[in-house]
């Protein structure tokens, strides 16, 4: 046995709740280290002390007292949290109203438009030099604003030669 497998156990050691195996063990051990020893020592020269130590008597009356000392603190924090109680509902009242009469002060202030007109714009003639433009696949236009990688997928299937689908590839596979 070590020197940390005796501070582990000596508590056990001291009540005397080791199985025979580890008690022989601690003893021997208490037998070939001088510290080990010495801290035993220390822990049942300590132990003697407390339990030698005159019991304390608490005077006759001493229950009714603390009874009434544990009576008044108890009733004072009562008093003390209903006036605490008292002064949130006191605040959140006062909240309250301030904030109805901010809300109706401020839906007195807004006019909202009814109707909104814009100048008509129309478009008679192509800017010079402007390409003709074809409109986008839809499949194109429905992921561009998803943000997914179909669109070029889709873009160059639009534009490859049709001589894939071709009776001529058909026919050198054969």
Partial sequence: MDCRDFKEKHFAFVDDTLPGIELIGMQVHLTECDVCAKQDAMVRRSLLLFRNLPS??????????LQQKLNAAKLADQEAN???ARKLAATVAVTSIVML???AVSLRQVDYPQDIVLAPVVAI????GATPMSAPA??????VPA????WTAAL??????VHFASL???ATTR
């Fill in 156 to 161: 160059l299937a639009e534009q490859a030669p």
């Fill in 125 to 128: 003639a192509s800017a010079p």
């Fill in 101 to 103: 009469g901010y809300i």
């Fill in 138 to 143: 839809p499949e194109m236009v429905a992921s």
């Fill in 147 to 150: 943000g997914l990688p179909i």
């Fill in 82 to 84: 209903s006036g605490r």
């Fill in 168 to 170: 001529d590839l058909t």
């Fill in 56 to 65: 304390i008597e608490p005077s006759a009356d001493f229950s009714s007292r």
